[in-house]
């Protein structure tokens, strides 16, 4: 079996202070890829850039204090893509992809579109590109895993109050169509394979108090994988219980 956790941490740095490595070890994962890391190696000590002797591959901003993602592997990957080789995009550190085998396991954080819906073009270019990009790997052989923070919830059961926030960034119905041509491209949304039609699944709340208490949040966190790996789908789940960031860790696990 393999065990895929992926978290948005909102800072890996803040995340160490709230307890993030006593969390990491509980795991026992093969493959632990978090978003929003907020940080350059050479900012960070040993022990968050192999925690228990776990390798880690990274996709950097250039721009310090933002973005950035990282994939901590058990096993050392076969190949590494930093990056999907688009400039405008890579250099905000949103994708790093590992290849174990014939598995692609791919973290990426989507862009936000923020409320003015300045950057909404941007991420739309982003989805597309990234979506050309993975039916590329899908058509080479690669068996693939997509997790992540997609910034994006794609039916109404997948927020709170969702006829309130149809005009609001991350439910737009330009976001949600991306997520039905993906899905349509030959991947699953494996979660929501496991629990159709339930509503209150959340993976991120805001940070106004008491909104995690009452589940007033969205599920804007997934992991999807390609259709040659949807029957080795053994658990999916979201450790809501985990503080320490604005989101709550998600998992997979693949039967061998």
């Known amino acids: 079996m393999m065990k895929c956790i992926s978290w948005n941490v909102n800072g890996i740095r803040a995340a ?33 850039i192999h925690p228990l002797g776990y390798h880690s591959y990274w996709s950097c901003a250039e721009r310090r204090g933002y973005s950035g993602v990282v994939i901590y592997s058990r096993r050392q990957a076969d190949g590494l893509h930093q990056g999907i080789g688009h400039p405008q995009f890579d250099k905000e550190g949103r994708v790093v992809a590992v290849d174990l085998g014939e598995l692609t396991v791919v973290n990426a954080y989507f862009p936000h579109s923020r409320h003015d819906l300045s950057r909404l073009d941007y991420k739309m270019d982003f989805c597309n590109t990234l979506l050309d990009w993975l039916t590329g790997l899908v058509a080479d052989g690669r068996k693939l895993v997509l997790c992540g923070d997609y910034n994006v919830s794609h039916q109404d059961i997948d927020l709170t109050n969702y006829k309130a926030n149809r005009k609001n960034p991350g439910f737009l119905p330009v976001e949600r169509q991306w997520m039905d041509r993906f899905l349509a491209a030959g991947f699953r949304d494996v979660f929501r394979d496991a629990h159709p039609n339930e509503p209150g699944h959340h993976t991120w709340w805001s940070n106004r108090k008491g909104v995690r208490e009452r589940n007033v949040g969205w599920r804007i966190d997934y992991h999807c994988v390609s259709e040659s790996l949807a029957d080795r789908v053994t658990g999916v789940g979201h450790q809501t219980e985990v503080l320490g960031s604005d989101h709550c860790p998600i998992y997979l696990e693949l039967s061998s």
Do not use: M, S, T
């Open 16 to 48: 160490k202070r709230k307890g993030f490595l006593d969390w990491f070890a509980e795991q026992d994962a093969d493959l632990v890829c978090l978003q929003e890391v907020k940080a350059v190696q050479e900012q960070l000590g040993d022990d968050l």
